[in-house]
């Protein structure tokens, strides 16, 4: 067994206090040593397993004895023997050999040392479907280029954040079922090593292919390959998490918009401290934490894309270092940035009355043209009333931007003589859930249609909130 401290030492070279601090066990676990080294010895079970039943001589008690040692990995000593070796793949093979002796001539067998190297986002999104179903008919104020536009609803602004989730959810569903085994290949993708095993018989290296794909769990291989899979593999799969990271910074960046506004917060805890100088300020750490790191996530794709443009021939090393970095951040910092927006999720809070002061204050300019329409109805001149209207409008505007008031607009036309035909109505008028078009139908249509359904594979795996250290 491994030594006292020895994996945790060898896990320190990988993990940051990003990572020991805010990434889930699981991920954690997924690029730890004990996975790796664990993987690789369950490849060479497999390859060895492929092997004996083409008629390779190996005895039943060689794949007992590495079917027993698969989880007794002393780190200790593939340490030494890295150092030693200078192959981080040999120096596994020799500790795995240590423990299996009967199977140590058997271990890696024809192989290169290339033979062996989303429900968080499922979570965030149902936890913004019930926040979209339960707000999906509160008039909210919308904005274009940041100014005030026509209303919208606050479960219509989140279902523009969700759509962009499922988008991502597709395209990780996608990537992920397109990924493919390298299978056994040998030092140039050729087969050679195999084929010289099996005596020139084609069919059983085909076979072997097929029988070790199988056994790790893939339903397809590579037909061609250099040394590795190709390289663009890794931009497709660093692509999707990318823009993942995009949809994360869109979303954190609305949240931290609406709590200056006043009208949504994050979770905010009963102690928490905001600032040290301003007692009173809430700030949306949280949110500000997503965008930082959805920053970084967005970077990481370039490594692969310059990883795979400069590959020779059938393989070169300078591959190896950089991806043993990226790929783990870049799925780290994911799992960081989904657990966080997840939190997030389960916690927002709406101010209903901060939202309807604010459309108070924007309202009685949008609804003119309804007043306009109104005045017509009631048999007046629509020239001589856009007159009336845009002189009153000039003078509201004057009294909020020149004076710091309140908007007046609607006081200005009941005082009015003129639009006493439509004074009775002018309560309908201003209903702001005449102004949200068809935001809760679509809201609905939307969770029904593709929301729900999209969810339907995770069921089951969604529960359990979600805790933060702050």
Known sequence: MAAPGAEEDALARYRSPLVSRYASAEMAFNFSERKKFGTWRRLWLYLAQAEKSLGLPITDEQIQEMEANLDNIDFKMAAEEEKKLRHDVMAHVHTFAHCCPKAAAIIHLGATSCYVGDNTLARVISRLADFAEKYAELPTLGFTHYQPAQLTTVGK??????????????????????????????????????????????????????????????????????????????????????????????????????????????????????????????????????????????????????????????????????????????????????????????????????????????????????????????????????????VLSQQAAAVVKQEGGDNDLIDRVRADPYFSPIHGHLESLLDPSSFTGRAPQQVAKFLKEEVRPALVPYQGKMGGKIELAL
């Open 157 to 390: 602004r989140c279902c523009l954040w969700i759509q962009d989730l499922c988008m991502d959810l597709q395209k990780l569903e996608r990537a992920r079922d397109d990924l493919r085994f390298r299978g056994v290949k040998g030092t140039t993708g050729t087969q050679a090593s195999f084929l010289q095993l099996f005596e020139g018989d084609h069919s059983k290296v085909e076979e072997l292919d097929r029988l070790v794909t199988a056994k790790a769990g893939f339903k397809r291989a590579y037909i061609v390959t250099g040394q590795t899979y190709s390289r663009k593999v890794d931009i497709e799969v660093m692509s999707v998490l990318a823009s993942l990271g995009a949809s994360i910074h869109k979303i954190c960046t609305d949240i931290r918009l609406l709590a200056n506004l006043k009208e949504i917060e994050e979770p905010f805890e009963k102690d928490q401290i905001g600032s040290s100088a301003m007692p009173y300020k809430r700030n949306p750490m949280r949110s500000e934490r997503c965008c930082s790191l959805a920053r970084h996530l967005m970077t990481l794709v370039l490594d692969p894309l310059q990883t795979a443009s400069v590959q020779w021939f059938e393989r070169t090393l300078d591959d190896s270092a950089n991806r043993r970095v990226c790929l783990a951040e870049a799925f780290l910092t994911a799992d960081i940035i989904l657990s966080t927006l997840q939190n997030i999720s389960e916690g927002l809070v709406v101010y209903p009355k901060v939202i309807a002061r604010r459309i108070r204050q924007e309202l009685p300019f949008m609804a003119t043209e309804n007043i306009i329409m109104a005045m017509v109805k009631a048999g007046g001149n629509r020239q001589d009333c856009h007159e009336k209207i845009r």
